[in-house]
């Protein structure tokens, strides 16, 4: 598969190829309605000829390139560099997604909330930590300079990110400060003398703090406290290489997402060039608030991905096992089990598709349902997961079925990008907002 030809998925006009491919992707859906969900689904999932293609192109990907390493770099708790660098545009069969929603002038493809969505579904089927870490590059830094950035800094960053020759985070958490975000201790001072900022402090629990354990990422948006008051916080792009900033350490034996590498990164007077600062000095919560509404509904979509993988395990599991002289599916119990855990991921993917397809990136104030996804799909995965366990039994127990391992990969997601608690939070005061308006 040529990387022109999943480059074009972000153009205006769909090339030649991909309108063979749509329609491949067409007849391919129709032939499967009588045996899948409800056909009136269909445009909820996929609403355009381009996402569905998009879709069609990730599943085979996953199936060919991402399912085969996926239980060796989890037990290994390595990342797999080589296969990320087959997302970007570098490589010449690359699928040119690392930049999924930059603008095409900046190496991007210009797509928008639902194709983020969909992508991250398709990649936590096979591996949510390896998603995690896409989410990381492609959400937390990516997407988030790409909307709040300058013009010299995409022209600077965007296009090696984009390739997948760079690898970025973000670095928000701290080791005492996790939810609460604006109680960093991170500082960054201007010196006038020097030229710039200087950095200090530590954050906790970055993904793709480090790539190897060896040494730090190569590019991070760092947050850190530039004034007095508690939201005078800004941004700043951190390289690799720069002189005091260091892998701290890598954090080993994760309960969960094992192939995804998670550091803590320290920060010892590092000199930050005024050209790094992302937005307005002071004014960095607004960024802050502005990505975290994509990248809980990218974490609501990796959960989506580890419930299908794992509906789809204990529906080929219970037609192929037998007890007392009959399959699974014979069963009351495992019945419950199939019956519920499609039921409640059909429910958490048609609030995510029907919440992406009329977001727009460029805004902000959709935090009700950002959170109520997340808040909703997160759990619903490691019930899902928990389930598929229960009804493999001692099989589900042992990593070669893969369900334990969605089940322990979907507990961080009901802790990163916002605690179940904090979304309680944010949607009790989002409603109590509200008043006596009543909801549509």
Not at 30 to 35: D, E, G, M, T, V
Not at 94 to 114: C, N, Q, R, S, V
Not at 384 to 410: C, H, K, P, S, T
Request: glycine residues 10%; contains cysteine; negative net charge.
């Amino acid at each position: 598969m040529a990387h022109h030809y999943i480059y074009n998925f972000g153009l205006s006009s769909l090339s030649m190829m991909l309108g063979r491919t749509a329609g491949i992707v067409r007849r391919s859906i129709s032939h499967a309605r009588c045996l899948s969900t409800s056909s009136s689904l269909t445009s909820l999932f996929n609403p355009t000829e381009e996402h569905a293609a998009l879709r069609s192109m990730l599943r085979s990907f996953v199936e060919k390139e991402v399912e085969p390493q996926a239980i060796e770099y989890n037990r290994n708790e390595t990342f797999n560099i080589p296969l990320f660098r087959k997302l970007g545009t570098a490589d010449p069969e690359g699928l040119g997604i690392l930049g999924l929603t930059t603008p095409e002038e900046h190496g991007g493809t210009g797509f928008d909330a639902t194709a983020c969505a969909l992508v991250h579904e398709e990649l936590s089927y096979s591996d949510p930590a390896f998603c995690l870490s896409y989410l990381a590059h492609s959400v937390l830094f990516v997407n988030n300079l790409a909307v709040n950035g300058s013009g010299q800094q995409l022209e600077k960053f965007l296009p090696g990110a984009c390739e997948g020759t760079k690898i970025g985070g973000m670095c928000m958490s701290e080791p005492a400060a996790g939810t609460d975000v604006l109680g960093m201790k991170t500082t960054a001072k201007l010196d006038q003398d020097a030229g710039g900022y200087i950095l200090n402090g530590a954050k906790m629990w970055i993904t793709n703090g480090t790539l190897t354990g060896k040494d730090t990422g190569d590019v991070f948006l760092v947050y850190a406290r530039t004034g007095e008051g508690r939201s005078d916080i800004t941004q700043f792009v951190v390289e690799r290489g720069m002189e005091g900033f260091n892998l701290g350490q890598k954090i080993e034996d994760k309960l969960g997402m094992r192939a995804s590498m998670t550091a803590e990164l320290v920060f010892d007077n590092v000199l930050i060039p005024e050209e790094n600062v992302v937005g307005e000095v002071n004014g960095a919560t607004l960024c802050m608030m502005r990505n975290l509404e994509i990248e809980r509904i990218a974490l609501a979509a990796m959960a989506l991905g580890i419930a299908r993988r794992c509906v789809d395990d204990m529906k080929r599991y219970a037609a192929e096992r037998t007890a007392f002289g009959k399959d699974l599916y014979s069963f009351g119990q495992m019945q419950r089990h199939i019956a519920e855990s499609y039921a409640e991921y059909m429910a958490g993917r048609c609030y995510v598709y029907g919440l992406c397809n009329g977001l727009d990136l460029s805004t902000y104030g959709n935090g009700l349902d950002a959170d109520g996804v997340k808040l909703y799909c997160a759990p619903m995965a490691k019930n899902v997961a928990d389930r598929a366990i229960q009804l493999m039994g001692g099989y589900g127990y042992v990593g070669e079925y893969n369900v334990e391992r969605m089940f322990r990969d979907a507990k961080l997601l009901e802790i990163g990008g916002g605690t179940n608690e904090s979304h309680h939070k944010n949607m009790s005061r989002d409603l109590r907002r509200m008043s006596d308006n009543k909801l549509e």
